[in-house]
Every structure is written in C-alpha cells, then in structure tokens.
C-alpha cells in the first residue's frame, strides 16, 4: 500500500498514461490488490483491478462453496453485494469522464456462473473495474489514493469477509438453489420436462423489464389437479406445482389470456432465478429451445429437408443455404440448428411462428397439392420428432385446433390460470374431424451434424482484433455484426460477452474435422476443469466481465455469423 500511495504521489499531475506505472500487485493489511490493467484515458474502457483476500481472513464457510452448484450461488451472492456497494462507493470525483466510477458486473435475475467473483480454498476474488480520476488529462493522484487506498478496503471489508456477509440470507439463498437443484433433479428421473410451483409470478412488470408484476391484478400460479404435483426438497415442505411431462403439449386459450407469459417463463426456467423473482420455481430442464421464425437470417448448409424439400429452381434442401431465409425456412432451420444440439424440447410461440410452417389445412391441401407445396408443417412432424428423436414439444397455440390430434396434454389458460383440457380436446377432435390428410411421410428424417471450417472467422477489423458483444443481443465479430435478436433464451449481456470470446476460440479450433456442437462442447469441457476465466485472452488476471451461456444459444450465435463456412 505504501508503494501505491508512492506512485501515485509521484505520478500526481502528470498526463494520464502515467497512470500505466501502477500496473502491478500491492499487498493490503487484509487482502492483495492487483491492477492488472489500466485505461488509456478517462474516457476509455476502465481500468480492471483484482483483490483477492485468503480464506484465512475471509473465513468463507466451506459448506457454501464445495458443491458446484452452491459456489455459483455464492460466487453470484458476493457480485450482487460488491455492485450494489460499489454503485454507492463510485465518487464522481469532479474529474473527467469515469474518474471515481468503481463497479462490478451485476447480475440480473438469474443467477449463472459468472466471472465476477470466485471463492477458493484459498482465497476470495473479486474483478472490478475503476475508472482513474483525472482532470481533464492530468492524474489526479490524490483522489486515486482517496479511491484506492481509503475506499476500496472499506468496500473489500464491508463486502467480502463471511463475518461482515448477510450469513441468513447467504443460507436462505443455499436452501433455495438446493431445492432448484432438487426439482432439476426430479425432472430427469421423470424425463419430464418442466415444472411450474403453485404460487410462482409469471408476468412481468413490463416488456423491457425482467423483475415480476406487482399489485392486486397479479394472478398467481396454480397448478390444475390432474397435473399437479408434489416434489419433495431438502428444505422445507414438499413443493407442488404442475409437472409438463415430455411429449407434446399445447398452450390453448383466448388472446390476453396468459399464453405467451407462461411460455416465456418455460424458456428462462432453463436457469435459475433468484429469491424474490417469482420464478424461482419454475424449472425447465436446461436443454429445452426457444424457436421461432427470423426471416433475413442466414443459413450455411443446414439439412432442412425433414420440412423443406422440392424449392423452386430445385434448390438443394438437404444443404440449404441462403443469405435471406423466409419465414418458413428459418424457423426450420432453428428447429433443425437446435436439433444439432441437442434439444431436449422445443419451445414455439404462435406469436412468433411462421402460420404457413405450423399449419396447413385441409382446404388448403386440396387446393394446393403436396407436390406443389415445399413445406411440410411442423404438425406433421411434431409427433415423429417425439417417438423417434426423443424430442418433446410445447406449443402456445390459440388460433388452429388441427393439432389436438397431435397433442399429448392440452392445457387452456383462462384468466391467466391452467385448466387441463386434453380430453375436451380429443373429443372436439373425434366429433370434428378436419379432414386433412398426414404429410409427414414415413419418418422424421436425418439431422445432420456440420462440421465447422476455420476460415469464416476473422476475429479483425482493419489491422486489429475486434471481438465484442454490442449489447444483449448482438456481437460484434471482426468487421461483422452478428445478429442475435432472434435468441430469447440470451438473458444478460455478460453472456453475449462470453460467446464472442467463445467464438474466438471455436475459430481457432475449427478446421473441418469436429462438428460445431464438439467444439463447443470442448470448450465447456475446459470451462467445467478450469472456470469460465478460461475462455478469457485475459485469464490469469481480470478477466472481463462475463457470464456462462448455453452451448445452445453459443451454437446460435456461430450459427448467424455471416461468415460461417462447413464443410
Ligand atoms: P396471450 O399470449 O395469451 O395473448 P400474454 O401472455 O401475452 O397473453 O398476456 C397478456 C397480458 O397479461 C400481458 O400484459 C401479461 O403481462 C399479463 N399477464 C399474463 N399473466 C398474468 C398473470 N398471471 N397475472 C396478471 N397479469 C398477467
Ligand atoms: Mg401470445
């Protein structure tokens, strides 16, 4: 410490790169501090600094961290505490540009493993970026040494030790994701593939924000009888809900009436939320796909014949590629880029569907005949997908009856409440028949796995390397933008950080001999051994601020990259 407060006395005054003499580790009386980066001006990037205390001050009790599980959910607990604190602790400190900014990446309502904090045997870390204060382009040592060495100890003691934690909700907080975990668990012994607890929040407070609806208006969940069930957990007494048990099920019921919302709450189930969400109970098992239509999208080579075949020109469906999908083929193609994956279930959304792939009535099939129509609609397909894939299905779907024949389970939202209505459904089905003939043919058809080329990723823009995400939803990949606007299972953006950083290495990687989902399941199987710092070009010191994605939504975004070549 003294050293730093020498440097910076030294260095008060001078033009800001003279900031750079800081980089290096100091030790504290409780704990290191090691600045491992430091901006090129107060209006750059912030510098990223690390401390790290031992266990032997921290004191972390080791039942919070040995299982893997419980250590995210700490690891997320102490980021959530240092962000809050840090926010209050930043000083504008009347310099320029970020002078006095000090944070750390802050997790949503999720909690993933992120990078942001890691608890040790040994120690406890914590990556935080500060921004150096300056006047105009001139250090301003004093209020760094005010900043480093006066409120940074007081956060890293009021945030860090186990003596100073909040030790009730640390345990709370392990009692909920042991009983996530327990559910998780009792959803793989079933082979089912989503549970909902009574009680649970769904709705939203709005459409650009992810914390729950609050007021009288709010409709709590409640399972219908036939489909409740009670799974029993750690902590606590049993819990009951509605179990989604695999095959296929509908989302039946009028507009406005709930559909879409218990849909969006299956896609986020795959993660875990946070006490207080509203869907800390709601669990679906984490290989289950959002899909919808995104035409404009691009596809290399994808086999979408098992839903595409004979296309004007005789375009190649068993390899389609385009650069501007329609509706219809690019939701096909998701089905089938998921399907790679290894998707447990399908997630699809009437809202966000193509009506031509979803449904094809009788009528139309005597108008146009089979020969004449490309496309044959996911109806035909759904049940084959289930029997010879093992691929579940769920369905929001107000507008077209054609698919209680189909459909293992009907549930109608009325008044944002389930009601089970699956032999309703199935008699409707009897006494109405619909006339339309099966177009499915014999099989679902192959799933063909791709193997990935090198060539299509140039991490470069002019002569340097450019790799980031631009926000939520899209990345920046050298001098390509990759459009993720169509990945709604993405919920943070320390995510999308991640997969840009993923898809750098997948580049290094590929070389026409593994299949995408190989190379990224190299990559997990790195990230398992080592922590998600591993994917960092910056591993060793602070990392960046990231966050673990799905393999899923990593295949997404090499999926839309522009660029993409297989062989
Ligand atoms: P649908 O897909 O059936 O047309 P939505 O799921 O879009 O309906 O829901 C319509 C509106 O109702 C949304 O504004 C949503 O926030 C609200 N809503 C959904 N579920 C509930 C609920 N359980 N309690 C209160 N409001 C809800
Ligand atoms: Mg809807």
New binding site residues.
């Given amino acids: 410490m003294k050293r730093l407060k020498q440097t910076l006395s030294r260095i008060d005054g001078k033009g800001y790169k003279a900031y750079k003499d800081l980089q290096g580790e100091y030790r504290f009386p409780h704990f290191q501090l090691m600045i491992d980066y430091v901006q090129g001006d107060p209006f750059a990037a912030p510098s990223r600094i690390r401390v790290r205390m031992p266990q032997s001050e921290a004191k972390i009790p080791e039942e919070w961290f040995t299982q893997p599980h419980r250590k995210v959910a700490l690891e997320d607990w102490i980021a959530r505490v240092w962000a809050e604190k840090a926010a209050r602790y930043s000083f504008r400190a009347k310099g320029t540009g970020k002078s006095g900014l000090i944070g750390v990446d802050r997790p949503g309502q999720e909690i993933l493993p992120r990078t942001a904090a890691v608890v040790t045997r040994d120690y406890v870390e914590v990556r935080v970026t500060v921004g150096l204060p300056a006047q105009g382009r001139r250090v301003l040592g004093r209020k760094a040494e005010e900043m480093l060495c006066d409120y940074l100890p007081r956060l890293v003691m009021e945030a860090t030790p186990a003596d100073s934690i909040d030790r009730e909700g640390v345990e709370e907080r392990m009692k909920l994701v042991d009983n996530q975990r327990a559910i998780r668990q009792y959803l793989k012994e079933k082979g089912w593939i989503a549970f909902i607890a009574n009680s649970a929040v769904?709705?939203?407070e709005s459409g650009i924000s992810d914390r729950p609806?609050k007021g009288e208006?709010?409709?709590e969940f409640r399972a219908p009888e036939s489909l409740e069930v009670s799974v029993k957990v750690p902590h606590g007494s049993p819990i009951r809900g509605m179990a989604i048990r695999d095959g296929i099920t509908l989302i039946v019921?009028g507009?406005?009436?709930?559909?879409?919302?218990l849909l969006n709450a299956l896609e986020r189930g795959v993660y875990d939320h946070i006490a207080g969400d509203g869907r800390e109970y709601v669990i679906t098992d984490a290989e289950a796909v959002k899909v919808r239509a995104e035409d404009g999208r691009r596809v290399e080579k994808v086999n979408i014949s098992p839903f595409i075949n004979n296309l004007p020109f005789g375009r190649d469906t068993v390899r389609f590629s385009t650069e501007d999908a329609s509706g219809s083929t690019s939701q096909a193609t998701n089905i089938v880029e998921s399907l790679e994956m290894g998707a447990s279930c399908l997630l699809i959304d009437e809202?966000t569907s193509a009506t031509n792939f979803m449904i094809r009535d009788g009528r139309m099939q005597k108008l146009v005949a089979k020969g004449k129509e490309p496309i044959t609609p996911f109806i035909d397909k759904v049940r084959q997908l289930y029997e010879e894939k093992g691929t579940s299905s769920i369905l929001?779907l107000?507008g077209s009856g054609d698919y209680f024949d189909v459909a293992d389970t009907v549930i109608m939202?009325d008044e944002?409440l389930p009601y089970e209505v699956t032999r309703e459904a199935k008699e409707v089905a009897r006494i109405q028949t619909n006339d339309r003939s099966r177009e499915g043919g014999e099989e679902f058809g192959e799933v063909t796995p791709r193997k990935v080329l090198g060539k299509g990723f140039d991490p470069r823009k002019g002569k340097k390397e450019k790799v980031d995400a631009k926000g939520l939803r899209s990345i920046q990949f050298g001098s390509t933008v990759v459009d993720l606007s169509g990945v709604e299972q993405l919920v943070d953006v320390s995510q999308t950080r991640a997969i840009a950083e993923m898809m750098r290495l997948i580049g290094k990687k590929a070389d026409g001999g593994k299949t995408l989902r190989e190379l990224i399941e190299a990559i997990y199987a790195e990230i398992g051994q080592k922590g998600l710092d591993v994917i960092s070009p910056f591993k060793g010191q602070h990392p960046g601020d990231l966050a673990l994605p799905r393999k899923h939504e990593v295949a997404a975004a090499v999926n839309r990259l522009r660029t993409l070549r297989v062989l």
């Fill in positions: 769904l709705p939203r609806l208006n709010v409709v019921g507009g406005y009436h709930g559909k879409s919302t809202d929001v107000g939202m944002y």
